[in-house]
DNA sequence: ATGATTTCTTGATATTTGTCAAGAGCAAAA
DNA sequence: TTTTGCTCTTGACAAATATCAAGAAATCAT
């Protein structure tokens, strides 16, 4: 059993087993090599993928700054859901930072599940959810904390990524540079 | 024709007036106080309120502190939603900064839309992906930008919030103190 | 209208974090 | 293996923001 279908029995409970390969036939597994872009900036992003293994960077690019947005880590969905939504150019960029795989479905596949399956919408409005829930404490950690103590939340729940993810993302993805963060964890260490 | 009407029309376009009025009819028009509260964390939140008129800040208070995390104004849903789609605790308060007139939906009636609207869930969907974007921004603006920048992009678009709420609470939510929000403002004025 | 309370502004100072620069360490390419 | 390029750490200094305090202004309660 893939992490998708794991990932999706999980929200329904017991799931029927003709909705579950409903679902899951019309993912493609896709591998992507590591610093291979799945999406960039400026292009429509006309598919939804799900992370069986590996690590995606999801970040904007300027001529004077780079932002990691969010890393989508196993078990997590990536894409521009304003893009694959409304069918406008993406906004942010996505690039694996290794080897990755991925189930991956294209827009009129993903179109096709609701009929398919009656009981999608509510795994849709489920996720939806979760990644709201997500997304709000993320601003409250930015209105309430500071950069310390974001570190020290990020590291005690995501210890992995330490050793997966370079630094320097993890530094963005916490709103901080890097100078800040190597300074941060030498306090910690001691 | 009241706001959520408007609203529910401009999700679904051309909408069917039987749809419309049914959705309608499960809100109620539920007038509050200044200073009232919708909700208090820790309690259940058992309902989803839309903006009709007046002004909502939805916040967490601790002894050493005050975090606005959000204010609905007129035109915006208001509810804490992982408490209402979960049923546990709600972790936000909600406050009327003003007199306001809210359409007030109860968990149990919610559910019942989706029986008697088919497209109901394109317009959950659509709603919350409209709020996932809007939280997508405020995270990104806390990686990006100063609190200058952030205090002049939310000046920019909402002018008309300088007059009716207080300053405190803008600050808080753009991630400052008062008093970085008032050197701000006096520096943008001369 | 008056008094009490709260909000907002401002100054002084402290703290946190960013910028710049350079060196050490690590990873990738040849 | 060696060379090149990139990442991470560290120091010095600058800038941004928070904290503390007090006064002015605005709002609330009577």
Redesign the interface.
């Known amino acids: 059993m893939t992490e998708l279908e794991q990932y999706i029995k999980s929200y329904f409970g017991v799931v029927a087993i003709d909705d579950l390969k409903t679902i899951v036939s019309l993912f493609k597994l896709t591998p992507i090599k590591k610093g291979e872009f799945l999406l960039k900036s400026g292009k429509r992003c006309d598919k939804l993928s799900f992370v069986q293994s590996g690590l995606l960077r999801m970040f904007?690019s300027t001529d004077e700054?780079e932002?990691?947005?969010w890393i989508s880590t196993k078990g997590y969905f990536s894409t521009d859901?304003?893009s694959f939504?409304f069918e406008t150019p993406s906004r942010w960029t996505i690039q694996a930072l290794v080897d990755t795989e991925l189930y991956t479905i294209t827009k009129d596949d993903y179109k096709k599940i609701?009929d398919l399956v009656p009981k999608w919408?509510e795994l849709?409005?489920?996720f939806?959810?979760r990644?709201?829930?997500i997304?709000?404490d993320?601003?409250?950690s930015?209105?309430?904390m500071t950069a310390e103590e974001r570190y020290n939340f990020f590291f005690k729940n995501n210890r992995e990524l330490f050793n997966q993810v370079p630094l320097q993302f993890i530094a963005?993805?916490l709103?901080m540079t890097p100078e800040t963060f190597s300074r941060i964890r030498k306090k910690q260490l001691s």
Chains 1, 2 share one sequence.
């Open positions: 904007i700054k932002i990691t947005q859901l304003s939504v609701g919408s849709e409005k489920l939806l959810i990644c709201f829930i997304l709000e993320r601003i409250f930015h209105l309430s963005s993805l709103g």
